[in-house]
């Protein structure tokens, strides 16, 4: 598609936001649901103003103002979705343009993300975001990801907690260190400076993380271990963790495909392809293909079976695992993280169907996608449920999500900061989006 058209379209787009978000949005006759209750008030009325929910009740009359009235004809508004394990495109990234990556994830219905790899232009980035500059979810930041190595040491981590905090950045992000002095001491700094420290499991595993008091725990494999190292110590363990309280993002389908769980052609024909440009669906499918002929090879076949079966199995377990961590009062949250195959937005909706896979009920799936996200980001006075003073981000869908689940992908509408994106706007913009990755 040419690129002046592609600008001139996204202009006009931005442009009809900007004249929308200067009314009020009275939202009529609402099936509203109710995240943390896990329940569905009907007939009611939403008025948003200047970027938030400014009156929730029965019947909302007009006062005289002009406002942007939506008949929402009983159809059920959720809070929006919060993704809590995003890699924005960049070096260590997604291979997409920013601008597309962010707006694909909002007109999924993903109106908060928290970026897991920080860089140096991430602050500016979340600036814009909040500014209404640029078209996407709310930005939530962590630093760059801490591994121990000759740079970052123990006697730096003092300095390097304080600034990436003077710098703007929300969460401390940790990645891996063989040595637990080094988690200890990094835990003890991000309590000091009072900033949340986030990632991966530390390297004394989940002893260690009851001994820390650990916020949150990316990916399953620290449970995995405990859990196959002593099952009954491992319940012990996740009910001292819920007391903390302990916020996991598992990232489960990522898994899927970095594990050779799901045959090439059924990757290829997933649901957001077409708006992944053609070079990136052909960088993953030539490498997926250079990858799979090589472990066809007489000399790596058998391992590459037993590890793709080891894996299988492992998965079956943790979706076990993750339905008793959520019945002990572990905080589940939903991320489908980023890698070959990962589509953003369309992604998040593969995961959901995974955790209602491990048994778990549609209202505590769609806790996980909201209420405790925004606890685990520590920003619940502004988003992660439907109630006055909060951002008006929502989520407009034809169904009941707490009687399926799948309903979310079923959008009407999604609302960010006030904002109203229409199932029109939607399908034009993401229609521009597919035509340029042609």
């Not at 997604?94 to 928290?114: A, K, V």
């Not at 997933?270 to 490498?287: D, F, H, I, L, Y």
Request: glycine content about 6%; some cysteine; overall charge positive.
């Amino acid at each position: 598609m040419n690129k002046n058209c592609y600008l001139l379209c996204l202009a006009v787009f931005l442009q009809q936001l900007l004249y929308a978000q200067h009314l009020p949005v009275l939202l009529k006759n609402c099936s509203l649901v109710d995240v943390k209750k896990g329940a569905v008030i009907t007939a009611t009325d939403i008025l948003l103003e200047n970027g938030r929910i400014k009156k929730i009740a029965p019947r909302i009359p007009r006062s005289g103002k002009q406002y942007q009235v939506i008949d929402v004809a009983g159809r059920y508004v959720t809070p929006g979705l919060i993704d809590m394990h995003a890699h924005l495109p960049g070096k260590e990234g997604q291979q997409f343009d920013t601008h597309d990556y962010l707006l694909l994830q909002l007109l999924c219905g993903i109106t908060s993300i928290r970026s897991m790899r920080g860089a140096p232009e991430h602050p500016a980035l979340k600036d814009s975001l909040q500014r209404g500059l640029i078209a996407g979810p709310t930005l939530y930041i962590c630093s760059k990801a801490l591994v121990e190595d000759t740079t970052t040491t123990i006697a730096r981590l003092d300095s390097i907690v304080k600034e990436n905090k003077a710098q703007g950045f929300q969460y401390i992000k940790y990645l891996h260190s063989k040595n637990p002095a080094f988690y200890d001491t990094l835990s003890w700094y991000c309590r000091y400076y009072q900033i949340p420290l986030v990632g991966h499991g530390p390297a004394g595993g989940l002893a260690q993380a009851v001994k820390c008091r650990v916020w949150n725990v990316e990916h399953i494999e620290p449970f995995l271990k405990a859990y196959q190292q002593d099952s009954v110590a491992f319940y012990t363990m996740i009910a001292a963790l819920a007391k903390q309280p302990l916020y996991v993002c598992p990232d489960l389908y990522w898994y899927y495909p970095a594990y050779d769980q799901l045959p090439l052609q059924e990757l290829l024909q997933k649901k957001g392809m077409p708006w992944v440009s053609t070079a990136v669906r052909q960088e993953w499918k030539t490498e997926t293909e250079k990858y799979y002929a090589e472990q066809e090879a007489p000399a790596n076949k058998t391992i590459f079976l037993q590890k793709r079966d080891k894996w299988q199995q492992q998965l079956q377990l943790t979706k076990y695992l993750l339905y008793r961590m959520n019945q002990a009062g572990i905080r589940l949250m939903v991320s489908a993280g980023d890698g070959y195959f990962i589509i953003p937005g369309f992604s998040y909706y593969d995961e959901l169907r995974l955790l209602k896979e491990a048994g778990i009920s549609n209202a505590d799936i769609l806790r996980a996608a909201t209420i405790n996200a925004a606890a685990c980001l520590l920003d619940t006075a502004n988003t992660g449920s439907i109630e006055e003073n909060k951002v008006a981000d929502l989520l407009i869908v034809a169904k009941n999500p707490l009687e399926n689940i799948s309903h979310l992908e079923q959008i009407y509408s999604v609302i960010s900061k006030g904002q109203v994106y229409t199932s029109k706007m939607m399908e034009e913009k993401l229609h521009v989006l597919r035509q340029k990755n042609k």
